[in-house]
């Protein structure tokens, strides 16, 4: 069954950038998410039924074709849980992020509608840049500009491939939001 992923596709520019940042973080045990995969996750589908793709596709079409294309703007570098026990490294969202959050929850409700559990946990939406296996203290360099503009014009179906190697992310459908 294909493990699948709604998310919001990333600028080149924005992919390189963050790229580059990660080379000043001292943090050998990092698993760094590779530059063409960050990306910013609407909905985690997981394994899905074949079958079921038809549906999905069909519900996305329906509703972004009615949201409007948005601009969002990423803001700051934070870790989950917390900085002093890090596991999870990313970048969260300041403006669109009201609007993000809306796109997600319009998505949460109606593939609800067709079979998909809501999501127990409020939904924060970030871009993770590293994993950790042991969580570590992670200082953060206030003089690093993490801000970047872009307009989001589409959302994008994946399909995940976990491999040793790192997982495998394939487009395999885009949808426009209005213009
Ligand atoms: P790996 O699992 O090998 O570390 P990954 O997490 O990038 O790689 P997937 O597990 O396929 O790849 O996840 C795809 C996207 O969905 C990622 O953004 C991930 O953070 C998110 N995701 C995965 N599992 C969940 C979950 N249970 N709830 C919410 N989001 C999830
Ligand atoms: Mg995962």
């Known amino acids: 069954m294909p493990r699948l992923f709604i998310a919001i596709d990333l600028p080149e520019e924005l992919k ?6 990660k ?9 760094w998410v590779k530059e ?21 596709n069909f519900t996305l079409e329906k509703l972004t074709r009615n949201f409007p294309v948005f601009s969002l703007r990423t ?8 900085l002093n026990k890090a596991r999870v490294l990313w970048v969260d969202v300041k403006e669109g992020k009201e609007t993000v959050q809306k796109l997600a ?7 609800s509608k067709i079979g998909f559990e809501k999501e127990k946990r ?22 690093i500009d993490w801000s970047y ?3 989001v014009n589409q959302v994008i179906l994946f399909e995940s491939f976990l491999k ?16």
């Open 122 to 143: 409020s939904f924060e939406p970030h871009i993770t840049l590293a994993r950790l296996k042991k969580p570590v203290p992670v200082s953060f360099w206030p003089s």
């Open 16 to 21: 390189q950038k963050f790229g580059t940042i």
């Open 36 to 56: 063409e995969n960050l990306h910013l996750t609407l909905k985690f589908l997981g394994d899905v039924e074949k079958e079921k793709i038809k549906k999905i």
């Open 105 to 111: 929850a319009l998505i949460e409700n109606k593939l």
């Open 149 to 151: 503009s872009f307009e």
């Open 164 to 179: 040793p190697t790192g997982p495998i992310y394939t487009p395999l459908n885009a949808f426009p939001l209005k213009k």
């Open 75 to 82: 803001a700051e570098f934070g870790a989950f849980p917390n």
């Open 23 to 31: 080379k000043r973080f001292d943090l050998p045990q990092a698993r």
